[in-house]
């Protein structure tokens, strides 16, 4: 298994919809996990942290499921400037900060 | 936003040329990273600096030389770079080194060797 891996998409949700995707990591050690959002062309800016009891901020909730080692995030009410590539960091576990490739999304109007 | 800057945003070298990157935060962090991201690939990790010490140096060719004079100054040195060194460079900076807290990125720079 990868150490940390995403589906690729992209993801294509008319606006309005609800759109959720998973990462799934390997190391069972790992203790924090971020999901960040990338523009095209862009740097990876931080959209949120994901806490053990999940964390829901706005139209954005993310997860976190240790046992069967993914986390998650959902869009509810997507927006047309939700189109993006969604990226899932992962600590290592030994301190190392694992990228995953990114899922990207296209909100259609 | 202006947390953490990247000079220059745009490069274009010969495979001759020397020439630096040069990343500054303003955000009292301990620890900066670069990151190397070419199409359609992942973000890849070069070099982690924490307390102004390298704790962490991915593989990286000898071409690529960073410099960490500060906690808030990092430098990337690049030399005899080839083609497929053309990629956005990003630096990021962090409250620690330790992975447990979230990176700010400056906005790159992307750089074509020619």
């Known amino acids: 298994r990868k150490e940390v891996e995403q589906d690729p998409g992209p993801f294509n949700v008319p606006e309005g919809a609800t759109v959720a995707f998973n990462c799934t990591y390997s190391?069972?050690?790992?203790?924090?996990f971020f999901w960040y959002r990338q523009d095209c062309r862009k740097e990876p800016k931080l959209l949120m942290s994901?806490?053990?009891s999940g964390n829901e901020d706005g139209r954005f909730t993310a997860q976190l499921n240790r046992a069967s080692q993914y986390i998650s995030l959902l869009i509810r009410d997507s927006k047309l400037s939700d189109s993006a590539t969604y990226l899932c960091?992962?600590?290592?576990?030994?301190?190392?900060?694992?990228f995953g490739k990114g899922t990207r999304l296209h909100i259609l109007p | 936003e202006t947390g953490v800057t990247q000079t220059p945003r745009h490069l274009v070298m010969g495979m001759t040329n020397k020439k630096s990157l040069k990343c500054e935060q303003h955000?009292?962090?301990?620890?900066m990273y670069w990151y190397k991201q070419s199409a359609k690939k992942p973000l890849e990790l070069m070099f982690v600096?924490?307390?102004?010490?390298?704790?962490e140096n991915n593989s990286v060719p000898s071409r690529f030389s960073p410099e960490c004079p500060n906690s808030s100054h990092l430098f990337l040195h690049l030399h005899t770079l080839q083609p497929e060194d053309s990629a956005l460079y990003l630096c990021?900076?962090?409250?620690?080194?330790?992975?447990?807290?979230?990176?700010?990125f400056g906005p790159g720079t992307r750089l074509t060797v020619t």
């Open positions: 990021a900076s962090s409250q620690d080194g330790g992975g447990g807290y979230e990176q700010y």
């Open positions: 190391n069972s050690a790992s203790q924090s």
């Open positions: 994901v806490y053990s």
């Open positions: 960091v992962v600590n290592g576990g030994d301190d190392k900060i694992i």
């Open positions: 955000l009292g962090h301990n620890a």
């Open positions: 600096y924490s307390l102004e010490e390298r704790v």
